[in-house]
């Protein structure tokens, strides 16, 4: 696609496999195509998702500045006495929230990472920050009667998914199978809705998508619009990538088609909210419904990215021209 600068600078341990950072955020590189395929690189799910999201970013970002001035008032006003200091004092402000959302991605990078190395039984270093979402996940396990042992109710994790039919790729949290022994689940009595009627919620016994979200500030039981369409997406990829890593960052030469395998039906999808203090396990309806709505991203996206507006500016107006062409 025109436009699209792959920026391996910014490659990070943490990436999921497959992903490649570019300027306009997260691609896949999709290992069965050729290096210089166009249609090899794939937007991920959340960087299609963004398009929709965008209006939601500046006021958490305003809410995030204001947090960090708050903590740093005594500075702020000894900077407002002087227009050099204040100058970079607004500068230094400016570049708070995108370092706070940094150290809030690479926190919720190494919660996954653990609760990758926790699904498949193998070790982990201890990360003290990690630590209290590492106990929620493992009271959520222990709570949802989840059995551990290989080959039992985890079938994967952390698993490039793709769809080359629609074009997008991402990475699927868990496939865990659960069983709930009822058709519908009450809503835990401290977060029963007040506005709206409190409906049980279908949990089917079978294989669930769960993705897993983290955050040291929102409540269990906060769910956005963009989670719903994600899962679907996720949901509908048509298959899942289990690459060695030598297949990682889209390397092509060692991949084959026994790394890939058909994204299996899905009896229900589920958010699971991690915090230091517990946990929500939230069933969303990522329904045919929510998959259309992420699939009319996906032209916005791949038309925003691929735009190139550098070179138009305004143009002299014709009379002007026609006054120096008279003279
Ligand atoms: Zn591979």
Known sequence: MSGLILREDQRDDYDPQHAVPTNKGRYYSDPACDPDDPNRLL????????????????????RDTAIWLMDNLPAAMRAAADPDDLEAFI??????????????????????????AINLGAPYIHDEEAEPF??????????????????????????TVINRT??????????????????????VPKFRPRAVAADLIPTPDGLWLIDIKTSLTKAASSVYDDYV????????????????????????????????????????????????????????????????????????????????????????????TARRDAA
């Open 43 to 62: 937007i991920s799910v959340t960087n299609a998702i963004d398009q929709h999201m965008i209006e939601a970013l500046a006021p958490a970002a305003a």
């Open 229 to 320: 369409m994600q899962l679907a997406a996720l949901r509908h990829a048509e298959v899942a990538l289990v690459c060695p890593p030598e297949c990682r960052y889209g390397d092509t030469a060692g991949h084959d088609s026994s790394h890939e395998f058909e994204v299996p039906e899905f009896a229900g999808t589920a958010i699971l909210n991690l915090r230091t203090n517990g946990y929500g396990f939230i069933p969303l309806p990522a329904d045919a419904t929510a998959f259309e709505a992420f699939r009319g991203l996906l032209p916005l996206a791949h038309y925003v990215h691929g735009l190139e507006l550098r070179g138009y500016k305004p143009i002299q107006p014709p009379t002007n």
């Open 166 to 187: 629609i074009g997008y790729a991402g990475t699927s949290d868990i496939w865990a199978k659960l069983r709930f022994g009822r058709p519908t689940s009450p809503i």
């Open 91 to 116: 500068k230094e402000a400016k570049g708070q929230y995108r370092l706070q959302w940094d150290k809030k991605a690479d926190l919720g990078s190494r919660v996954h990472a653990i609760a990758e």
């Open 134 to 159: 590492v106990d929620s996940y493992r009271e959520f396990l222990t709570d949802f009667h989840v059995d551990m042992r290989p080959g039992r109710d985890i079938v994967a994790a952390e698993c």
